[in-house]
């Protein structure tokens, strides 16, 4: 069974459009998180939810949404899609915010290529 | 702020070679630590943590880790390498009670030449 996924896997589009990518954890986890790598494989927080609630809010343009309908899933949103957001987006999750430490888990990723 | 430094962004071995991967971090207070690795075209896997129990600590597939606070490191090794090792591997802090929030080092892809 998957723990964390994520749909697309791979997503080529145009500028200007909108996207979304989805996420989905089976593991009863309470937080789920947005990661961004880049071309150069640096990792850098995006969101975090926890119970549906946004926690975390790193300096990222307010064209990226993130939706939280219940603990399980955490989509993000993209409009007006720019080059520089061409990347590779990882989902996590992790036990409880609050607990003694959070071991995240992560999804495969998604893809974006912006033409 | 905490930050975290991996030095050298390509490392590489000769299969069943000592693997030393390189981790140092600034921060204000005792972090907890981690090291994940990612395999081409796949997510991140987490390889072993340092959560303020013991000082070296093992992680899955042979790895670990020895956190030393004097140095602030928290260097990843490896008695032996195998080919199977070939991957990114990313070293990570987080500050208790920061609510999940990990700080990735800038990663260092590990080759395992035959």
């Known amino acids: 069974d998957t723990a964390v996924s994520q749909t697309p896997k791979y997503l080529v589009t145009q500028m200007g459009n909108d996207k979304s990518i989805k996420c989905e954890q089976n593991l009863g986890h309470d937080t789920m998180y947005w990661y961004k790598q880049d071309s150069k494989k640096f990792l850098k927080i995006m969101f975090s939810?926890?119970?549906?609630?946004?926690?975390i809010n790193e300096t990222v343009p307010n064209r990226f949404s993130p939706k939280s309908p219940d603990k399980a899933h955490l989509n993000l949103h993209i409009n007006s899609l720019e080059l520089g957001d061409s990347a590779v987006y990882f989902c996590?999750?992790?036990?409880?915010?609050?607990?003694?430490?959070?071991?995240?888990?992560f999804g495969p990723g998604t893809r974006l290529t912006v033409l | 702020a905490q930050s975290v430094t991996q030095l050298g962004s390509h490392v590489s071995v000769s299969e069943g070679a000592l693997v030393l991967l390189r981790c140092n971090y600034s921060s204000s207070v005792p972090p907890y630590l981690f090291w994940y690795v990612q395999y081409p075209n796949q997510g991140l896997q987490l390889l072993l943590k340092?959560?303020?129990?013991?000082?070296l600590v093992k992680g899955i597939n042979g790895f670990e880790a020895e956190f030393k606070k004097s140095e602030t490191s928290f260097h990843l090794t490896k008695p032996s390498a195998h080919m199977s090792d070939a991957a990114e591997y990313f070293c990570a802090v987080m500050i208790p009670g920061s609510q999940g929030n990990l700080i990735f080092g800038k990663g260092t892809k590990l080759s395992v030449k035959p």
């Open positions: 996590a999750s992790s036990p409880a915010w609050g607990n003694t430490y959070n071991e995240q888990f």
């Open positions: 939810y926890n119970n549906k609630e946004l926690i």
């Open positions: 340092y959560t303020s129990a013991a000082t």
